[in-house]
């Protein structure tokens, strides 16, 4: 019987979308096998890609919307609308994300989420009843205020009056008025995607672990970490609601913890829902063998993004995963997490410039999917059978 395989990757981020990743594994393993029969299965975990993996799997339009860009900006964003199911998908990069900033000029604790809140706000008024919120990608670590302020949600002084956006004011806010936010929302469930578990503050939270990523200094990721234990402290009193520690509430600069206090969103692992969603367990169990992959694999990689999850997906089915990934690093820590294989997309010492090529992306995708199936041919003794067949790609 001809090999069955499912490819299953995330897309390289800057360069190749997972279903652009998936072809081109496809067409490498083709190169081995011309037999095979191949399953594509584009994956993401919350981040990246999120409304085209998605999207794709259901009706749906594409909505753009002028919006407020995290420097303050007028940027064009768009969202996944499903009528019939009165879903929307949105991707909080696509409105707030990390690719819309100057980064030689832009100040972190200025940024706002506000043009994500105005998506959401479109959503619905449109009548949307599932709005599900990717998370990755953002520039942000505002705490999701600006998101709320979009909404409706007023951060007020003490003296009644609204605080401004800059980050380091947020410790005059001294109470959080919900009453002019639709009552529309109650009958909206928010379910946020993600691929981290680090707690809204303290040493492992949103300002100390995702903050000097985005290229904040020490003296302002001490003014984000003060600014969102005041946050935390506020929520816990207002409504009893302790972000301090609470998993996957740092999404995001804090807005998974924010949306979850003030309006009951539901914190979700991202790879998780997208895994349920494609009905991967039901595919895994009817391959022999799977090829997963991301831009850069090292120890975060287990950590709740898409290669672990398809391995931990596919365990209860023994089947082999191999992991192909434009960069690898800590090769023996993934090894040892169960993967086949790991192998690494582009050869040492090219350019980033030049591996972020999407042509050349593609053919060292090809290159790395036809060694993963040869090593597997090899390690389980599988004679291949070249008789051409028209299956699924």
């Known amino acids: 019987m001809p090999l069955h395989l499912l490819i299953a990757p995330d897309s390289f981020k800057a360069c190749l979308s997972a279903t652009a990743v998936a072809q081109a594994m496809a ?64 991707e909080l990069a696509a409105a707030s994300g990390y690719a819309l900033i100057n980064k030689a000029t832009s100040s972190i604790l200025q940024r706002t989420t506000r043009g994500t809140g105005q998506l959401m706000l479109d959503a619905l008024e449109r009548g949307c009843t599932t709005l599900l919120l990717g ?17 409706g949600v007023r951060f007020l002084d003490s003296a009644g009056c609204e605080v401004a956006d800059a980050i380091c004011d947020f410790r ?17 469930r928010i379910i946020l995607l993600c691929d981290v578990d680090n707690p809204f503050c303290g040493p492992r939270g949103a300002a100390r672990t995702f903050a000097p990523q985005k290229g904040a200094s020490p003296k302002e990721v001490d003014c984000i970490e003060t600014a969102l234990t005041h946050l935390a402290n506020l929520y816990q009193g207002q409504w009893g609601i302790s972000l301090h520690q609470q998993p996957g509430a740092g999404a995001a600069g804090g807005t998974a913890g924010s949306l979850v206090a003030t309006m009951g969103a539901t914190i979700v692992r991202g790879i998780d829902f997208v895994l349920a969603d494609a009905d991967f367990a039901a595919r895994a169990s009817q391959v022999d063998l799977i090829l997963t992959g991301e831009g850069h694999a090292d120890a975060q990689t287990l950590g709740g993004k898409v290669p672990h999850g398809v391995l931990q997906a596919a365990a209860p089915y023994q089947k082999p995963v191999y992991l192909l990934a434009g960069a690898v690093d800590d090769e023996a820590l993934l090894t040892a997490a169960g993967f086949a294989g790991v192998v690494s997309v582009t050869p040492p010492t090219t350019p980033l410039s030049e591996a972020l090529q999407p042509e050349y992306a593609k053919t060292n995708l090809r290159r790395a999917a036809a060694k993963a199936v040869k090593a597997y041919i090899e390690k389980n003794n599988v004679k291949p059978n070249h008789t051409l067949n028209n299956d699924e790609i």
Do not use: Q
Not at 42 to 56: F, H, R
Not at 65 to 88: H, L, M, Q, S
Not at 172 to 188: E, F, G, Q
């Open 27 to 90: 067409e490498g393993v083709r190169s081995v096998m011309p037999d095979a029969k191949i399953s594509l299965c584009p994956l993401s975990d919350g981040g990246e890609g999120l409304t085209d993996v998605l999207a794709a799997r259901r009706p749906h339009i594409i909505i753009y919307k002028e919006v407020v860009g995290p420097e303050g900006n007028i940027v064009r964003a768009a969202y996944a609308w499903d009528e019939d199911k009165r879903t929307a998908i949105i």
């Open 135 to 151: 998370l990755g990608g953002s520039a942000t670590s505002d705490g999701g205020v600006g998101l709320l302020r979009s909404i």
């Open 172 to 188: 005059r806010i001294a109470n959080i008025d919900t009453s002019a936010v639709s009552p529309l929302w109650r009958k909206c």
